[in-house]
């Protein structure tokens, strides 16, 4: 993935308008039998594009969801876009709509607001779950992809619902959050929680120090952390039908703590270095210290200055970071310390240890300064030891999934499963790695004769989840 999402003739960032049901696709090498269930991805693929080029963000495109199910050594694979409202008044007209970033609403559409859910999904209390970060989440069938609707458990969830929940691997409990809950100009946020058996049981309204772009937040066994970061909210910038969000350094940056036993009363603020990050791989307690691993970035991709000029690309390369904040220290202040210094993107780890200190993590990373995410990378936080596996110039890797080998196996032994762009022949591959031996290259390959546009977020459900 570069810095920003072209729309030439050769960019892996244009849609498909195909939905395929395939099955017995080639392998090469051999799929682990232990990996039983289905890789479900989910990326922004725009039914129809915009007349304008300026009209579209990458953001913006309507939501389709890729499914690689593997079973017994065999591999099929499905995709769907998720029937929003948006998608659905758009398949009518046959023609694109304003996307959500691009000013004042079409007159002659009727078009009800629930979103494009395109950027992440997650499996909990045996519903699968469609979403992105401003709106409420879309149920789909897990085994058809078919769009069951907006899912808001009974009419207890109001607003925007974050496309990152953490789900608690002791509890079962889903943790989540919302950003610009009071209309998109406020500062309003909430925070929440799902039990395991899907049932609301907090949901709770409080204020940032200014509306900004929260795209993931930290939970730990006894805190939540959310980084309010100085991608503000414009007004005027939206009403203009400029980027609503620009990078604004004078907002400075803060971090709230939540105590999850005491809900937001407990709420508190520290103050943050100017810099921004989208995504955190883990967080956990250490004894009144609380640890967050991070991709932090000097300013934001993809997004303006407040001046209107374009971000600096030699600042918009996030690398692995450590943020520890201590709860007694009498400060506001943390510290951020390095792990890596391989640019990179889209942290993942082992989540059976979500909420408590893990040693095993790995990114998607950029080997070559002006090329893609062009490699996966295993990282021993213990030892700093890094493995790595780069592709071909001109291909490109997805966000890496973690699969344990069972489900007792110890931490970080598995395999990590990725979505690789091949440049050369325009399709995509599902690649399986080992993590005992990354820099070996897969596994087992998983062939597809078509595309997989570069999108977001993934997850791993196994069969008997």
């Not at 051999?30 to 479900?40: D, H, M, Q, S």
Request: charged share 25%; aromatic share 10%.
């Amino acid at each position: 993935m570069s810095d920003s999402a072209s729309l030439d003739t050769e960019s892996n960032f244009l849609p498909i308008h195909q939905e395929y049901d395939l099955t017995d696709l080639p392998v090469i090498g051999e799929l682990p039998r232990g990996l039983n269930g289905t890789l479900f991805r989910n990326g922004p693929n725009p039914q129809f594009m915009p007349l304008d080029p300026a009209q579209h963000h990458w953001f913006a495109g309507d939501g389709m969801i890729h499914a690689f199910r593997l079973h017994d050594g065999r591999a099929s694979y499905r995709n769907r876009w998720v029937r929003t409202d948006k998608w659905r008044a758009e398949n009518a007209a046959g023609r694109s709509l304003p996307p959500a970033f691009a000013g004042p609403p079409d007159p002659d559409a009727s078009l009800a607001d629930t979103g494009v859910a395109n950027t992440s999904i997650v499996f909990h209390a045996g519903r699968l779950l469609a979403l992105e970060e401003a709106h409420l989440p879309f149920e789909l069938d897990p085994a058809t992809l078919a769009t069951r609707g907006v899912q808001s458990f009974a009419g207890a969830l109001r607003g925007p619902f974050t496309a990152h929940p953490k789900i608690d691997p002791i509890t079962g409990e889903m943790v989540f959050f919302g950003y610009a809950s009071g209309g998109e100009k406020a500062a309003g946020m909430t925070y929440g929680t799902i039990a395991g058996a899907g049932q609301v049981t907090r949901f709770d309204p409080f204020e940032a120090p200014y509306s900004s772009m929260v795209h993931d937040f930290a939970v730990t066994d006894r805190h939540v952390l959310f980084p309010v970061l100085p991608l503000g909210f414009s007004l005027a910038r939206a009403q203009s039908g400029q980027m609503p969000y620009a990078w604004d350094p004078d907002l400075g940056g803060h971090i709230g703590v939540i105590r999850r036993d005491k809900g937001v009363a407990s709420l508190r603020w520290f103050r943050a270095e100017t810099c921004f990050v989208f995504h955190v791989m883990n967080a956990w307690d250490d004894g009144n210290r609380i640890v967050a691993d991070v991709m932090q970035y000097d300013e934001p991709p993809l997004f303006p200055r407040a001046d209107g000029r374009p971000s600096d690309p030699a600042a918009t390369r996030a690398r692995l970071k450590r943020w520890t904040l201590d709860l007694d220290a009498g400060t506001d202040a943390f510290k951020s310390s390095d792990l890596d210094d391989m640019t990179g993107e889209f942290p993942r780890f082992d989540e059976r240890r979500a909420g408590s200190a893990n040693r095993f993590g790995a990114f998607a990373g950029k080997s070559r300064p002006d090329g893609t995410l062009d490699t996966i990378v295993w990282l021993d936080l213990a030892s700093g030891r890094r493995d790595q596996l780069t592709l071909p110039p001109g291909d490109a890797v997805s966000e890496p999934i973690f699969v344990p080998r069972t489900r007792s196996a110890p931490e970080g032994d598995g395999w990590l499963m990725t979505v690789a762009w091949r440049a050369a022949d325009r399709r995509s591959d599902l690649l399986v790695l080992d993590t005992n031996a990354v820099q070996q290259g897969p596994i087992a390959t998983v062939k597809l004769g078509h595309r997989v546009p570069f999108g977001f977020h993934g997850n791993w459900v196994a069969r008997d989840a």
